[in-house]
């Protein structure tokens, strides 16, 4: 079975402090896609990253940084210099051949509060 | 132009209603999706639309009816819903396959009395 865990459920840090969102999978896929979305208060689910199981360079976009290690099937996202905006909840998904339509298996979430 | 939109955003109704939700997306996507998301909970996925054909249905209740009318457009009908219903309605799509990503929109913000 597949299940992704996001074991912080709420964080809360100050502006400019760097925070981790860790989130851990479990699939016996060989072949699977994580993602990470953000949805801020209004609602909308936003896309932030997809990276396949054969891809494990760690990637960088501006203040947003991720870490993809398969030896501890964890996929943990990073914001440096955190600021108010970045207030959200986060969710880790995964997605897998087991599942052919593209069947998202979502973390519980992280609810991410960056304080002035 | 990764833009999925919804109507409305909002939605109140009562138990005897019927409305409908409405999801458009103009990227050439072949696979669109309903979730629905209650609070401080993920989506849940309700149904999935692949070349405009019902291809899941995670045993929605039949109050609950989808229709693709065509690759575009996606509609949830609503009927004789209940209280616990009330939720934030979230259409999602794809290109078709596991690799692909959800883009989502905005979501119906739906409360039933």
């Known amino acids: 079975a597949q299940k992704v865990t996001q074991a912080q459920t709420e964080i809360s840090v100050v502006e400019k402090e760097d925070v981790t969102l860790d989130c851990v999978y479990e699939?016996?896929?060989?072949?699977?896609?994580l993602f990470w979305y953000k949805q801020p208060p209004s609602g909308e689910l936003v896309f932030l990253i997809r990276?396949?199981?054969?891809?494990?360079q760690n990637e960088i976009s501006g203040r947003y940084s991720w870490n993809f290690q398969k030896s501890t099937s964890s996929f943990n996202f990073t914001i440096t210099a955190s600021q108010v905006v970045d207030s959200a909840v986060y969710f880790c998904?995964?997605?897998?051949?087991?599942?052919?339509?593209?069947?998202?298996?979502f973390g519980q979430g992280t609810t991410l509060q960056v304080k002035p | 132009d990764t833009e999925v939109t919804q109507t409305p955003k909002h939605l109140v109704m009562g138990m005897t209603n019927k409305k409908s939700l409405k999801c458009e997306q103009h990227m050439g996507h072949r696979a669109m999706y309903w979730y629905k998301q209650k609070a401080k909970k993920p989506p849940e996925l309700m149904f999935v639309?692949?070349?405009?054909?019902?291809?899941i249905n995670e045993s929605v209740p039949s109050r609950f009816s989808p229709e693709c009318p065509n690759s575009s457009l996606l509609n949830l009908h609503l009927h004789a819903l209940q209280p616990e219903d009330s939720a934030l309605y979230l259409c999602?799509?794809?290109?078709?396959?596991?690799?692909?990503?959800?883009?989502f929109g905005p979501g119906t913000r739906l409360l039933v009395l």
């Open positions: 990276r396949n199981s054969f891809d494990e």
């Open positions: 699939t016996r896929d060989t072949t699977y896609y």
């Open positions: 999602a799509s794809s290109q078709e396959g596991v690799r692909e990503t959800q883009y």
């Open positions: 998904a995964l997605s897998g051949p087991a599942s052919n339509t593209g069947k998202l298996i």
């Open positions: 639309y692949s070349y405009e054909k019902l291809s």
